[in-house]
């Protein structure tokens, strides 16, 4: 199994609070992603990084912002927590993008109150 | 932007049948994968299959991608292939292009 330890499992939160999830790999990979998943929309990816420093947006980015200072973290930031955040928050690494597999996570279940 | 459809959204099937899952996508991609969800929710990396055909154990896949489909067989299934199996086809160029994910093919395997 790939290395990839994600925190906390699970969480509850209120509305208008910030709250930060994070992703360590032990893999030494490249390039990392966030993702949610929600009943009705399948896997949809928030934001990524291809390097330290180095993030781009996804799909759905508004609400949250990252950071990866190092290369084994990366960080997702809900700046104000809202309901319709609530749902399960997966990483993702690969070693060359999109042009590897890529390897998850086992997932953040975030509530907000 | 490209659109992927998994067929069949669901399916039931008894301990030791074979099942053939497809991934339709509606533009030219540059690769697919294909994942395990477990009933726990991890999900896992099947195949990672840009063209041709792979196999691992009970399980093979075929990427067609001038024709823009892939399927995923299963043989001999087992309780433990229950879950969700995804694809996700690559849209854009370079290693930053974006994955696409169906919606799924939910199983169920009866003991």
């Known amino acids: 199994d790939a290395g990839i330890t994600q925190s906390p499992r699970h969480k509850v939160t209120e509305t208008g609070t910030p709250v930060t999830l994070r992703c360590h790999q032990t893999?030494?990979?490249?390039?990392m992603y966030w993702y949610r998943q929600d009943p009705g929309h399948g896997l949809r990816l928030i934001h990524y990084?291809?390097?330290?420093?180095?993030?781009d947006k996804g799909e759905v980015s508004d609400g949250y912002s990252v950071s990866r200072s190092k290369t084994e973290d990366f960080l997702l930031t809900l700046e104000s927590a809202t309901s319709s955040q609530t749902s399960v928050y997966f990483c993702?690494?690969?070693?060359?993008?999109?042009?590897?597999?890529?390897?998850f996570g086992n997932g953040t279940r975030l509530t907000v109150t | 932007g490209i659109q992927v459809e998994q067929s069949p959204p669901d399916l039931i099937l008894q301990e030791g049948a074979n099942s053939t899952l497809r991934c339709n996508f509606s533009d030219s991609v540059n690769n697919l994968q294909w994942f395990h969800q477990n009933p726990w929710g991890q999900l896992i990396n099947l195949f990672y299959i840009p063209s041709g055909t792979k196999q691992n154990g009970r399980l093979s896949a075929t990427t067609v991608a001038t024709e823009r489909y892939s399927l995923l067989y299963i043989s001999s299934s087992q309780t433990t292939d229950s879950g969700v199996y995804f694809c996700a086809v690559k849209y854009g160029s370079g290693n930053t292009g974006k994955l696409i994910f169906g919606q799924g093919t939910t199983l169920q395997v009866k003991p």
């Open positions: 993702a690494i690969s070693s060359q993008g999109t042009n590897s597999p890529l390897h």
């Open positions: 893999e030494n990979h490249r390039y």
């Open positions: 990084s291809y390097g330290v420093k180095d993030t």
